[in-house]
Protein backbone atom coordinates (compact mmCIF):
# COMPACT_ATOMS: atom_id res chain seq x y z
CA UNK A 1 0.00 0.00 0.00
CA UNK A 2 0.99 3.68 -0.39
CA UNK A 3 0.27 6.34 1.69
CA UNK A 4 0.75 10.06 1.41
CA UNK A 5 0.61 12.52 3.88
CA UNK A 6 -0.15 16.55 3.29
CA UNK A 7 1.42 19.27 5.68
CA UNK A 8 2.04 22.86 5.84
CA UNK A 9 -1.03 24.08 4.91
CA UNK A 10 -2.33 27.19 6.86
CA UNK A 11 -3.87 30.76 6.95
CA UNK A 12 -2.00 33.60 5.32
CA UNK A 13 -3.05 37.20 4.27
CA UNK A 14 -2.74 37.96 0.40
CA UNK A 15 0.54 38.31 -0.59
CA UNK A 16 1.99 36.27 1.71
CA UNK A 17 3.93 32.76 0.89
CA UNK A 18 3.15 28.98 2.10
CA UNK A 19 4.58 25.53 1.16
CA UNK A 20 2.45 22.69 1.65
CA UNK A 21 4.42 19.04 1.55
CA UNK A 22 3.55 15.98 0.26
CA UNK A 23 5.63 12.42 2.20
CA UNK A 24 4.89 9.39 0.00
CA UNK A 25 5.84 6.21 1.63
CA UNK A 26 4.87 2.43 1.56
CA UNK A 27 5.68 0.16 -1.54
CA UNK A 28 7.22 2.26 -4.18
CA UNK A 29 10.34 2.54 -5.68
CA UNK A 30 10.49 6.31 -4.92
CA UNK A 31 8.51 9.03 -6.14
CA UNK A 32 10.88 10.00 -9.27
CA UNK A 33 9.30 6.58 -10.80
CA UNK A 34 6.13 8.69 -10.44
CA UNK A 35 3.85 11.31 -11.77
CA UNK A 36 3.42 13.43 -8.93
CA UNK A 37 0.47 16.47 -8.93
CA UNK A 38 -0.80 18.69 -6.66
CA UNK A 39 -4.75 19.40 -6.79
CA UNK A 40 -6.92 22.05 -5.39
CA UNK A 41 -10.84 21.63 -4.36
CA UNK A 42 -12.62 25.08 -3.58
CA UNK A 43 -15.63 24.66 -1.61
CA UNK A 44 -18.81 24.32 -4.03
CA UNK A 45 -16.11 23.49 -6.38
CA UNK A 46 -14.91 20.59 -8.16
CA UNK A 47 -11.26 19.49 -7.27
CA UNK A 48 -8.85 20.95 -10.10
CA UNK A 49 -5.28 20.47 -11.13
CA UNK A 50 -2.94 22.94 -9.65
CA UNK A 51 0.37 21.69 -10.70
CA UNK A 52 2.14 18.08 -11.80
CA UNK A 53 5.88 16.81 -12.06
CA UNK A 54 6.18 13.81 -14.23
CA UNK A 55 9.02 10.58 -13.68
CA UNK A 56 11.32 12.60 -16.10
CA UNK A 57 11.13 16.37 -14.00
CA UNK A 58 9.01 18.34 -16.82
CA UNK A 59 6.54 20.31 -14.78
CA UNK A 60 2.81 21.61 -15.67
CA UNK A 61 0.93 24.77 -13.73
CA UNK A 62 -2.68 25.24 -14.21
CA UNK A 63 -2.35 29.24 -15.42
CA UNK A 64 -4.08 30.96 -12.64
CA UNK A 65 -0.83 29.76 -10.85
CA UNK A 66 1.64 30.36 -13.49
CA UNK A 67 4.88 32.52 -12.25
CA UNK A 68 3.36 32.01 -8.35
CA UNK A 69 3.46 28.48 -7.74
CA UNK A 70 6.51 25.96 -7.91
CA UNK A 71 6.68 22.35 -7.74
CA UNK A 72 9.42 20.33 -6.89
CA UNK A 73 10.37 16.95 -5.52
CA UNK A 74 13.12 15.49 -3.19
CA UNK A 75 13.55 11.74 -4.17
CA UNK A 76 15.40 10.62 -0.92
CA UNK A 77 12.92 12.05 1.29
CA UNK A 78 10.50 11.03 -1.13
CA UNK A 79 8.57 14.65 -0.76
CA UNK A 80 6.87 16.32 -3.03
CA UNK A 81 6.75 20.26 -2.39
CA UNK A 82 4.38 23.00 -3.79
CA UNK A 83 5.73 26.77 -3.26
CA UNK A 84 3.24 28.93 -3.42
CA UNK A 85 3.58 33.07 -3.12
CA UNK A 86 1.61 36.22 -4.06
CA UNK A 87 -1.26 34.00 -2.65
CA UNK A 88 -4.93 35.58 -3.48
CA UNK A 89 -7.79 34.71 -1.83
CA UNK A 90 -8.84 32.76 -4.96
CA UNK A 91 -5.97 30.05 -3.99
CA UNK A 92 -8.38 29.21 -0.78
CA UNK A 93 -9.09 25.39 -0.92
CA UNK A 94 -8.05 21.64 0.59
CA UNK A 95 -5.04 20.97 -1.31
CA UNK A 96 -4.16 17.26 -2.44
CA UNK A 97 -1.37 15.51 -3.10
CA UNK A 98 -1.69 13.12 -5.83
CA UNK A 99 0.66 9.91 -7.05
CA UNK A 100 0.41 8.01 -10.12
CA UNK A 101 1.55 4.88 -11.84
CA UNK A 102 0.97 3.68 -15.01
CA UNK A 103 -1.52 1.31 -12.28
CA UNK A 104 -2.44 2.94 -9.67
CA UNK A 105 -3.12 6.61 -8.79
CA UNK A 106 -3.26 7.35 -4.58
CA UNK A 107 -4.39 10.47 -2.97
CA UNK A 108 -3.37 12.00 0.62
CA UNK A 109 -6.18 13.56 2.64
CA UNK A 110 -5.44 16.91 2.16
CA UNK A 111 -4.60 20.52 3.34
CA UNK A 112 -5.98 23.31 4.00
CA UNK A 113 -5.16 26.43 2.36
CA UNK A 114 -7.01 29.75 3.32
CA UNK A 115 -5.93 33.10 1.89
CA UNK A 116 -7.72 36.33 3.19
CA UNK A 117 -7.57 39.59 1.47
Known amino acids: QVQLVESGGGSVQAGGSLRVSCAVSGRIFGINTMAMGWYRQAPGKQRELVAK???????TYADSVKGRFSISRDNVKNTVYLQMNSLKPEDTGVYYCNAATSRNGYWGQGTQVTVSS
Open 53 to 59: ITSGGST
